[in-house]
């Protein structure tokens, strides 16, 4: 287990405890997060995580994760054109520019969370 996604699977264990708590939730289904291509987090072993996670939440035991990828996308600022940001990393494709930064990619966010009617 990566030190890292266990962290963040902490942190958002503990912020659906907290949603749930608050509209009188006692059992999530799933949770959605959206996790952008180079925030540095593993897929695999974020789950690995969750798993591990969700069983000590009575709350959480049965929720699945789910992960939306959200593609890299840059920004030149000498050409004004936006690329994928992995294929092409901080230089322009278009025009060549270093010039460049980051439109999204990096984001981690709860997206949503699934309730059992």
Known sequence: MDMHELGVVFYVVKDVKQV???NAVEKVASVTLQIG???GIVHEYL???WNWARKKEPAMEEAELFIE???AVSFCEDCEQEYPTV???K???HCGS???SLLRGNEFLIKEIGVYD
Do not use: G, L, R
Request: charged residues 30%; hydrophobic residues 30%; proline residues 10%.
């Open 69 to 71: 990828p959200i593609d």
């Open 37 to 39: 291509e180079v925030s």
């Open 20 to 22: 749930a708590e608050e």
């Open 47 to 49: 789950i690995d995580c």
């Open 87 to 89: 294929q092409y990393a």
């Open 91 to 93: 230089i322009c494709p």
């Open 98 to 100: 270093k010039h460049t």
